[in-house]
């Protein structure tokens, strides 16, 4: 997928070897590394409950927030800092929204 960058939320496809289907997860991308094409992202989790900050390691964006319309989310949402992941590119089925500035400096701390 082309035109991916920082910032972008997007659906990528994980094979589930077990039942021979593709399921896609939301992911943030944190970086795009346009040599190696590879993405640096963060998961997207649909939590029932949790705080604004999950242990320190996490950020809660509402969907029915402004942040969390552009984004495209359809539920409350948790970005986990926990686990940040190098994927190809290849493996980004599309793009469903984008976070802005705000919510890309808030991860940066929240990550670190």
């Known amino acids: 997928m082309s035109s991916i960058h920082r910032g972008d939320v997007v659906l990528v496809g994980f094979e589930n070897a077990q039942e021979k289907t593709t399921i896609r997860r939301p992911a943030v991308v944190i970086s795009v590394d346009i040599i190696k094409n590879e993405v640096a992202i963060l998961p997207v989790s649909m939590p029932k409950n949790g705080p604004d900050e999950v242990e320190g390691k996490g950020l ?3 969907a029915q927030s402004p942040e969390g319309r552009l984004a495209g989310l359809r539920k409350d949402a948790t970005i986990d800092c ?6 190809p590119s290849s493996l980004i089925v599309s793009r469903i ?3 802005d500035e705000n919510i ?9």
């Open 104 to 112: 890309m400096q808030k991860l940066d701390k929240l990550c670190r």
């Open 97 to 99: 929204g984008h976070f």
């Open 60 to 62: 809660r964006v509402l």
């Open 82 to 87: 926990s686990f940040l992941a190098r994927i």
